[in-house]
């Protein structure tokens, strides 16, 4: 992918004309998502939510997709940018000297951890056990790796 030719704090602050609110009228994602007002974060919102999970704390993808949609009034926040801009906080956290963003505290969907994350699932791996947690892995061919009993450490967005 070749991220270090990639300037991702350039990305990061690029709101690409958002924040912004869409009306659906496709009954089917209508269903599917739970209402019609469908929210737009710029990547810099991911980035501000993800710096607010403090140590031995986690968060979901879909809780900061879930959290930006409650505060900006909206049935939920558009799906598809989510992973793309919680890996471009990711990445611009790493290419900055200061104001870190502990993006390894972000999993996807039911604890898995990311391998898109610089380093990949080893590096989030290391920092995850680091702060206390313990990663487990799933499959026989295809392995998956997950924090085991994230639940119980998911940090209350309010």
Same mark, same amino acid.
């Given at each position: +992918? ?13 709101? &690409?004309?958002?924040?912004?609110? =869409?009306?659906?009228?496709? /009954?089917?994602?209508? =269903? ?5 007002? +469908? ?5 810099? +919102?991911?980035?501000? @939510?993800?710096?607010?999970? !403090? ?5 979901? @993808?879909?809780?900061? #997709?879930?959290?930006?949609?409650? =505060? ?10 989510? %992973? ?9 956290? /790493?290419? #900055? &000297? ?13 604890? /898995?951890?990311? !391998?898109?994350?610089?380093? %990949? ?13 313990? @990663?487990?892995? #799933? ?11 994230? =639940? ?7």
């Amino acid at each position: +992918m070749n991220e270090s030719k990639k300037d991702f704090n350039a990305m990061l602050n690029d709101s &690409r004309d958002m924040p912004k609110t =869409q009306i659906l009228t496709d /009954e089917a994602t209508i =269903q599917k998502y739970g209402g019609a007002k +469908m929210f737009f974060a710029p990547p810099i +919102m991911y980035d501000q @939510v993800m710096k607010k999970i !403090p140590s031995g704390k986690l968060i979901t @993808v879909a809780d900061i #997709r879930t959290y930006l949609a409650k =505060q900006n009034h909206a049935d939920f926040t558009e799906p598809l940018t989510a %992973g793309i801009f919680v890996s471009i906080a990711a990445w611009a956290s /790493e290419q #900055r &000297r200061k104001d870190p963003t502990p993006y390894w505290r972000t999993l996807k969907t039911k604890g /898995e951890l990311n !391998p898109k994350y610089p380093g %990949g699932i080893d590096a989030q791996k290391a920092k995850l056990e680091a702060e206390g947690h313990t @990663v487990i892995c #799933r499959g026989r061919k295809n392995l998956r790796y997950y924090v085991d009993d994230y =639940q119980k450490s998911l940090y209350p967005l309010t």
